[in-house]
């Protein structure tokens, strides 16, 4: 069987972001996730990728402060 499904409370604690921005980012499409029901489900493993791939290092948050 593959992973568990988790929700946005346990994201929220597992990163440090609140409730409604887990919400708000899966009800765009921005995140990975699956609606089940009237439920909102994630995988952690897609998350963290999408956290990584939108990651800003250094040089980003320099170049984001010029602007």
């Given at each position: 069987?593959?992973?568990e499904f988790v929700g946005v409370e346990?994201?929220?604690r597992r990163?440090?972001?609140p409730v409604s921005w887990w919400y708000a980012?899966?009800?765009a499409e921005v995140?990975?996730?699956y609606r089940i029901g009237k439920y909102r489900r994630f995988r952690v493993t897609e998350i963290t990728?999408?956290?990584e791939q939108h990651r800003r290092g250094p040089t980003e948050?320099?170049?984001a402060s010029r602007r």
């Open positions: 069987m593959g992973e346990d994201l929220a990163f440090g972001l980012k899966a009800e995140l990975p996730s990728a999408w956290l948050a320099r170049k």
